[in-house]
């Protein structure tokens, strides 16, 4: 199975985070939660989200796929570089990359997604579109090793796609 590596801070949009990472761990993957710093953070509506390690510890090398939820965190996350060039990684030597709703936030500063086809929230895929990506308005879009959805509806689609590419 594989390495996956989720990036999240405070504010992070609840089910978009418990319904992936369940889906991949029950699907036996290994998911590891990368913060700032170790310890607990609070979602949108107050889940606690214990983190495992933080992101002065780990390489993109340790894992074969990338998981951003959405929420508030993406764009917190962006502010920082050390975030930055660990999703910039991803990009570059074609893992698997996965977003949801605000999630594609933090790929908008790796200056990768132009030419990309790509959806988010509906605010977001305005900030892609002008980062040069093709937007699309539909409940998941892959785009090769890239994975994209837009909102907490589109979940089963989001999973299903993101399960399928890890199996490949």
Known sequence: MKKVA???TDMVEDVEFTDPVQALKDAGHDVTVIGYEKNTITGKHGLKVAIDTTIG???PSDFDALFIPGGFSPDQLREDQR???FTRDFLLKG???SAICHGPQLMIPTGLVHGRTMTAFKTVQVDLYYAGARTRDQEVVVDDNLITSREPKDLPAFDKALLAALAK
């Open 6 to 8: 989720v990036v999240v």
């Open 57 to 59: 510890d780990v390489k």
């Open 95 to 97: 893992k698997v990359i």
């Open 83 to 85: 975030f930055v060039d």
